[in-house]
């Protein structure tokens, strides 16, 4: 039972353009959500969250937005730089809940 | 500096044989977590702990045990009775459980051969 998904394992974009990774969630009691970011042999690091009570959170080249009513949120990168090119993982908690993703490979092309 | 170290980075176990996996933490976190990588899956929660001497199974706790005797030392033994143990394992910390952002460990990779 998945109950958040990643439905694209990876995607491709140009340097300089838009990256939009999505996920998508089923349980509605989830009220926070979270991005995460992972290189090749290293832990995943924290990249930006969001609460329900939003609908948009910026930081940088960064914004997440979330549409309760469809249960998806999207991470939006721009311009995106090579240096992105990693497995972004989306994650959903409630309490001491937190559901992982099962990512999307991102690779930014120069 | 402070962070969640993992020892070791990479382990080779023959079947049947027992395996405790470290995580240590300097960050004063009340929380630490375990999850299990599988290609093509998401990080799935082995246990948790919110606080010294107490710990919680997660969704796939069958097959391993942790401890928590200390603050900063989460082990994590991956035992015998583990049917598929062979997988990338990540340690986590968090402020307090229920805190989404998660500080995470470099993993450790367990082979069983």
């Known amino acids: 039972d998945q109950q958040v998904k990643q439905n694209s394992p990876s995607l491709s974009v140009q340097e300089g353009r838009i990256s939009i990774l999505n996920c998508d969630y089923t349980?509605?009691?989830?009220?926070?959500f979270l991005w995460y970011k992972k290189y090749p042999a290293e832990g995943p690091t924290f990249l930006i969250s969001?609460?329900?009570?939003?609908d948009k959170n910026e930081d940088g080249r960064f914004t997440v937005f979330l549409n309760k009513s469809a249960k998806h949120l999207s991470l939006h990168i721009v311009p995106s730089q090579p240096g992105d090119s990693a497995v972004y993982f989306c994650?959903?908690?409630?309490?001491?809940?937190?559901?992982f993703g099962a990512g999307t490979i991102l690779r930014v092309k120069s | 500096d402070g962070g969640i170290t993992q020892s070791p980075k990479y382990l080779f176990r023959k079947e049947g044989q027992n395996v405790t996996l470290s995580c240590e933490q300097n960050?004063?976190?009340?929380?630490m977590y375990w999850y299990r990588q599988d290609p093509g899956q998401g990080l799935r929660l082995i246990y948790y702990?919110?606080?010294?001497?107490?710990?919680q199974k997660g969704d796939i706790a069958e097959g391993y045990s942790v401890s928590r005797e200390k603050k900063e030392s989460f082990p994590l033994t991956v035992t015998s009775a583990q049917k598929n143990p062979t997988a990338f394992y990540l340690c986590?910390?968090?402020?307090?459980?229920?805190?989404?952002?998660?500080?995470f460990g470099e993993g450790s990779r367990l082979t069983v051969l």
């Open positions: 994650a959903a908690g409630y309490g001491n809940k937190l559901v």
């Open positions: 986590a910390s968090s402020i307090w459980s229920g805190e989404g952002e998660l500080f």
């Open positions: 702990s919110q606080i010294v001497n107490d710990f």
């Open positions: 349980n509605s009691m989830f009220d926070y």
């Open positions: 960050l004063n976190h009340d929380a």
């Open positions: 969001i609460s329900s009570i939003k």
